[in-house]
């Protein structure tokens, strides 16, 4: 399936987006596409094709958030956790991976035609080596654009992100680049993944579950949270 889904709105779609457009849209948004495996056991599906399912649906809210100017979309696609499932699972998941990155490479005249820069953040050196050589040469393609970015998170977790800038910071006091009092939130911030964009205005999670799951702890400290109890055709953009 085409991550980028060119849909014709409905009247009332297209009517609804321009009502919202009216007030403040969201610059950027963060999102936790929670429910992949329980939508996969209640409808007897294998677990593999809830995540597909779970691409789908990020494909089409997407196309909303473009739709509605929203310039920035952070995803929690894969957590460092996400390693201690099944081999089964795990592998499915890198197939995923590969097979989308795949199809993104294919459409890379689209990328370019919606300006769209493709960032994969997180400890991409957990990654196969053949998925690390997929990521690269998307965001290579991309890097350049500049109407819109999609974060999209792997093999992350936020406090091993967190422990990571800290480190950057130590090695920076330790060379003589900075001194001790240069320390602060700001300089540690910069040393996350990441520091080329604004924090989020909104942070999404479907699926119903409360929590944060390591995802952008420290970005997400003022954001506006949304917990959309189901994973309906509508939810997200809803919620945005």
């Not at 889904?5 to 936790?32: M, N, Y």
């Not at 996969?40 to 691409?55: D, L, Q, R, V």
């Not at 795990?90 to 300006?115: A, F, H």
């Not at 091993?160 to 003589?176: D, H, M, P």
Request: one cysteine or more; proline letters at 2%.
């Amino acid at each position: 399936m085409s991550w980028f889904r060119e849909e014709k709105l409905s009247f009332v779609q297209s009517f609804c987006c321009k009502v919202l457009k009216t007030g403040d849209i969201p610059r950027h948004i963060a999102l936790i596409m929670d429910g992949n495996r329980r939508f996969a056991a209640k409808n007897s599906m294998k677990t593999i094709e809830g995540h597909t399912m779970g691409f789908n649906k990020l494909a089409q809210t997407l196309q909303w958030c473009l739709e509605l100017g929203i310039t920035e979309v952070s995803v929690y696609a894969f957590s460092l956790d996400n390693f201690n499932r099944t081999k089964e699972e795990v592998e499915g998941l890198m197939q995923l991976l590969r097979d989308k990155c795949e199809r993104l490479l294919q459409e890379r005249d689209k990328i370019m035609e919606n300006g769209v820069c493709v960032r994969f953040l997180g400890d991409l050196t957990r990654l196969p080596a053949d998925v690390q050589s997929f990521l690269a040469r998307i965001m290579l393609l991309s890097h350049s654009n500049q109407r819109a970015f999609l974060n999209i998170y792997v093999a992350y977790k936020n406090r091993e992100e967190i422990v990571s800038a800290s480190n950057e910071v130590l090695e920076g006091v330790r060379l003589g680049l900075i001194e001790p009092s240069d320390v602060s939130d700001h300089v540690l911030s910069k040393c996350l993944y990441s520091s080329q964009s604004p924090d989020p205005d909104m942070l999404i999670r479907t699926s119903g579950e409360l929590r944060l799951s390591d995802f952008m702890l420290w970005q997400c400290s003022y954001s506006v949270m949304a917990f959309v109890k189901e994973i309906g055709r509508a939810s997200c953009r809803e919620r945005v």
